[in-house]
């Protein structure tokens, strides 16, 4: 059976709920208070100051060292929000983060509510039993070149090199310590940045009986039978008290293929994995690297219907495809082959490596991506995206040559 790889469709407040983010005008002060001004969300410390005109252009000249004060200092987040609903009509209430740059203690009217140390998670913390008419929510940030550095020295079982980059880059050190973006500790095409923020949305969201927290796709092939199949794995927040039964419903209309299965969520987090066999007598039309053909997806439309009328409506797109790293033999070498062979054909790879098109997230736009990855896809057929830079900018508009 050869597995494929997919678009990740990660899912946020569908069905049976209401929202509200929290973008927008947040305050933002420094650890002792000495700074304090007007901090946009998404966004991040030093975009702040710069807007406020309290720093120059970071890019200018040797302002990349002149304003490393700017990482080393705590920062805090805060504004005060109304409670855009009746509480006491949902049964759970929750404080989302899609992305937090990186590490924070969150507080919601004083409390605790949890911690980040991981730039690419999304969280989500229960404020169900807190959240009043109007509060008071903080983002207290830790320096994450204090952070790296602690977590370097607390490490004592072996060596991670590189401690430091190299001296000409005037970056900072440990940044394998630390689960953010790599290159903003500098990197040898780019300054040291590693500044503080909330980099995605916040929202808070509330929701009955059930919630859809995670969706993805991932076709199959399975050489034997000569039979496509699609696994459809489902992530679900049970709020009720009770097993809840239903039914889910996937369709995939071109490939003349629906399938209809029982399932049951039981109280808590849980999952349900699916398995669609495609109609053998559809034609299904494999993807295809930039230059080797087509990039042909058929939309998938997946209805769960559960106890009471509750449903909840996901559509997507699937791409089917088979990958194969060949490692075998060379005949008078002693190494191994690696190449790729993509739908049963080797495939030459021409590639181009991605980097970041901006050192701070908010200032990269949907028109900056695009046209990147336009221009990229004129000449390449594989896209490597470097230094950890955040993949969720990438990957949307680069799937025409991945």
Known sequence: VCRQTLLVYAVVSVGLGAARSLRGSW???????SVALRGDVPGCVHSALRRAGLIQDPYYRFNDVMYRWISLDNWTYSRTFKTPFDVRKWQKVNLVFEGVDTVA???INNITIGRTDNMFNRYSFDITRIIKEVNFVEVRFLSAI????EQSRCHKGYRVPPACPPPVQ????HANFIRKEQCSFSWDWGPSFPTQGIWKDVRIEAY???HL?????????????QQWSLQIESIFDVVSSKQISGLVTVSIPKLQTQQTF?????PGEGSIVLLVNINKSATVETWWPNGHGKQIGYYVATVFTMEAGHKVEKFSKAYFRTIELIQEPISGSPGLSFYFRINGRPIFMKGSNWIPADSFQDRVTSDIT??????ICIFVNLKTVVALFPFSVCCATCHDCL
Not at 146 to 149: H, L, V
């Open 262 to 266: 029982s399932v049951k969520l039981q």
């Open 170 to 173: 005037k970056g900072e050190c």
């Open 146 to 149: 204090s952070y790296a550095a």
């Open 208 to 210: 009955n009986h059930y």
């Open 105 to 107: 203690e969150i507080l």
């Open 27 to 33: 305050r933002l002060r420094s650890a002792n208070g």
């Open 370 to 375: 695009y046209l990147f990855s336009k221009k």
């Open 213 to 225: 927290i995670y969706f993805t796709l991932t076709p199959f092939f399975d050489k034997s039978a």
